[in-house]
DNA sequence: TATGAAAGAACCTGGCC
DNA sequence: GGCCAGGTTCTTTCATA
């Protein structure tokens, strides 16, 4: 409406988006907080409430922003012990195959295709190792399975946090 | 406040909370859609708005709910790329020497240390397969690192969504 | 202890400049 | 992008089971 209207429908969701500053500065304030008032990101951005609430429905429009969620704490939960699996499968199968069967497993978190040994690494979340061994023998049960090899973690070191994601201009160590 | 004074400070964020349907229910809401309205919850869960208020005011209380974020997508920022490295390291590194250097790198969003041959396993986000390379080397260059042993992603089949924890006493596959 | 109803305050939303 | 007005939502209080 207010911008190009090359940022038209058929970029979303997969095209990259030209962010300004001040996108990612409400971004960052919505990884924060996602249910702080627009009066609240305006005055940590600079803007007003209104010019927050367009350019918010803009970055949902173009898919940078894709939702909001509630962060739980999965020890509260009752899901108190994490693993990663890494898959080992036959040669013919597709990505998706192994998509479908994971899917079913609520304990898979997240799955990914991966270069290397292994075909796929899961992240997997039970509620205590014997949880985490019956989710493997289950996972190594699927027909295109070949073997697993897993990984218990000991200490989470850094979240995984959904909207962390900084200015790929600033590269690491922040320091330089 | 309004409940069993057990359900004090010293309980946040660390011990087991009981949850009933209700609370769950609510949870996933959020998980959903943190910016939905007290009376859309209401009306998904079957309660007043001011109830739900009360219960969800109780959840980020008690640290079942620990905040409210945006989800965002790293491709439209510009993230394409994404890696797990494992961490080789010296025998007298501990946990807190790997977190702290570590948490200076924003490509890094997740980290742990686990068992088996690798000390630690990094999630890294990076904007192309050279910025990878590049993260790789400086993470090499850590003093406590011996080797690194990563492979980039290929295709993500399960996103990380940061509450999706399902009722413990539902186990895997949700159909039987 | 937990609920629904109600009312004033705060916030969202869209039109206008 | 800011300002403003009308509609919606939040938040607290109160009565009830």
Redesign the pocket.
């Given at each position: 409406m207010?911008r190009s209207s090359r940022a038209s429908l058929a970029r979303r969701y997969t095209e990259r988006v030209e962010l300004d500053r001040?996108d990612r500065h409400i971004i960052t304030a919505l990884v924060d907080d996602a249910r702080a008032?627009?009066?609240?990101i305006?005055h940590r951005v600079?803007?007003?409430?209104?010019?927050v609430?367009?350019?918010v429905?803009r970055l949902r429009e173009v898919g940078a922003i894709t939702g909001f969620s509630a962060r739980v704490a999965p020890r509260a939960l009752g899901w108190t012990t994490e693993a990663y699996v890494e898959l080992f499968c036959q040669g013919k199968t597709k990505p998706s195959d192994i998509a479908l069967a994971v899917s079913r497993f609520p304990e898979v978190v997240a799955a990914a295709t991966i270069t290397g040994e292994a075909d796929a690494l899961l992240h997997i979340r039970a509620t205590d190792v014997r949880h985490v061994e019956r989710v493997i023998e289950r996972l190594a049960a699927e027909a295109f399975v070949v073997r697993t090899k897993s990984s218990i973690v000991l200490s989470r070191l850094i979240d995984e946090l959904p909207g962390a994601v900084p200015d790929p201009r600033n590269e690491s160590p922040a320091g330089g």
């Open positions: 207010w001040l008032t627009y009066a609240e305006g600079g803007l007003s409430a209104s010019a609430k367009r350019r429905d």
